[in-house]
């Protein structure tokens, strides 16, 4: 009897735990999950591409006293894509800065540059899909078109089509089983959907005079044309995104999860720029970064490889009327403390033989800190410093939040990266750190209610740490 005391002592002691999150919430505390829950779903359902998403989060920065002029909450928008917002920290900018970086852009259909063509009295819309995606997921589902087109004069014209219950949706067909044995059925899965079988059916009402060739292509310009005022050549110079229709859910008979579109990266950029907005007078000057392009390399002029990081601290140096000079700007990447925000991979219960259970993300159980991802011996990786880890360790812990110390998969068993690399190529400490997903890069992906209040709750912790 003494003896098993000791033992449960000592594992009490010794033994590293990670708690779920619905153990260790109080009920205040999970009132409050439910509001940012709400709000998160209201986010995604509604900003569905990088543009949507920066528009919405400069609405809501402006809301809680944001402002390109003001010196103290600061924010600015790059060519429509690229967010960053800043809180003024009572420190001066040479003595700390905490950076938050997530991205916007989500992976999905764009439509090419010549999209509209006819077959069989049928017009379809040709796409290009951007970002890692399983073809297979984009054919039988109801999808919507989201997107600008720039007209010859200059005029940015917005487009939504597919969202509204009173809209019609667009769709790209599948195969029946009973034809696809062949030419579905046999081949590897990534191969049995070509991209260029990626069309979009978009029409089939043909303008009435039967002796003309691609009637249902020029009702269809005609339509737009009527509505929008396009003709053809106006898709050269259009970023039109087919992406999946409709709102996200909840999900499961408890409501535990939440299913829907673009979680990767926008749970991150909505949980960060909560954060944000709520901070008030912080220690350390702190700033929400919203990348795009990450889902294609980062690369791009806002993309996280671009110099805009480095303007944006110039510019910070102007606007709090400090002396402006490169070894001032290098001095404030050097003392920058970040997290590369981003999502990793929750364990599969079905398939467990990609994961390392021991070192691998579990739904519930909190945010994630990862401190290296790249591939096969740490290839490509950001390996965040040992004391970098201790430290972030020593916030999360003091501010009570719920979070797990995960790695991405097995050794060799393939891998992945974020933003972390190009960010700490500037000089700063940088970490991986978000909530853990299901279904990640599918049009449907599952994030854990818990998950996402922990992170949110991490990100907070972060720009308010005030520990050395
Ligand atoms: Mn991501
Ligand atoms: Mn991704």
Redesign the pocket.
């Known amino acids: 009897m003494a003896e098993e005391k000791e033992f449960k002592k000592l594992q009490e002691k010794l033994l590293y735990k990670s708690p779920h999150v619905w153990d260790k919430l109080d009920p205040d505390e999970k009132k409050a999950l439910e509001t940012l829950a709400q709000d998160y779903r209201n986010f995604i359902s509604q900003a569905k591409t990088e543009r949507e998403c920066a528009e919405e989060i400069c609405k809501l920065l402006e809301k809680r006293g944001f402002h390109p002029e003001s010196t103290t909450r600061f924010y600015k928008v790059f060519r429509n894509k690229l967010v960053v917002a800043v809180v003024a920290g009572r420190k001066p900018l040479n003595e700390g800065i905490r950076l938050i970086a997530s991205?916007i852009d989500?992976?999905r259909l764009d439509l090419k540059l010549h999209p509209l063509f006819e077959e069989y009295e049928m017009a379809y819309f040709k796409t290009h899909y951007y970002?890692?995606i399983k073809k297979y997921h984009w054919v039988a589902m109801p999808l919507a078109l989201h997107g600008v087109v720039v007209k010859e004069d200059g005029e940015v014209m917005k487009i939504v089509i597919g969202e509204d219950p009173e809209d019609p949706v667009l769709t790209i067909c599948d195969l029946l089983p009973h034809l696809a044995r062949k030419v579905q059925g046999e081949k590897k899965l990534r191969e049995a959907i070509p991209g260029e079988k990626l069309n979009v059916l978009v029409g089939g009402l043909p303008l009435p005079d039967s002796e003309e060739k691609e009637r249902v292509k020029l009702a269809i310009l005609q339509l737009l044309n009527a509505r929008y005022g396009l003709v053809e050549e106006d898709f050269i110079s259009a970023e039109l995104e087919i992406v999946p229709a409709g709102q996200a859910r909840e999900v499961g008979l408890d409501r535990a999860f939440i299913g829907g579109y673009g979680q990767?990266?926008r749970i991150c950029a909505f949980t960060s720029l909560a954060a944000i907005l709520n901070l008030e007078a912080p220690l350390y000057t702190s700033i929400a970064l919203f990348l795009d392009k990450?889902?294609i390399g980062s690369d791009g002029n806002t993309g996280a490889k671009s110099r805009i990081l480095e303007k944006i601290y110039f510019d910070l140096l102007k606007i709090f009327r400090a002396s402006v000079s490169a070894d001032m700007v290098l001095e404030m990447f050097l003392g920058t403390r970040a997290i590369s925000a981003?999502?990793t991979a929750g364990i599969d219960p079905f398939y467990q033989e990609v994961h390392e259970k021991l070192n691998d993300a579990k739904m519930g159980h909190g945010v994630v800190v990862t401190k290296y991802t790249g591939h096969g011996g740490k290839y490509a990786a950001n390996d965040a410093h040992a004391e970098y880890v201790g430290w972030l360790r020593r916030v999360l812990n003091r501010a009570r939040v719920i979070w797990q110390a995960a790695s991405f998969g097995k050794v060799d068993e393939g891998g992945?990266g974020?933003v972390a690399k190009y960010l700490a190529y500037h000089g700063m400490d940088i970490i991986d750190m978000g909530p853990p997903l299901l279904s990640?890069?599918s049009p449907f992906e599952v994030c854990h209610k818990g998950d996402l209040y922990m992170t949110y709750r991490a990100y907070k912790a972060f720009f308010e740490a005030a520990e050395e």
């Open positions: 991205h989500s992976p970002g890692g990767d990266d990450e889902e981003d999502v992945g974020t990640m890069h």
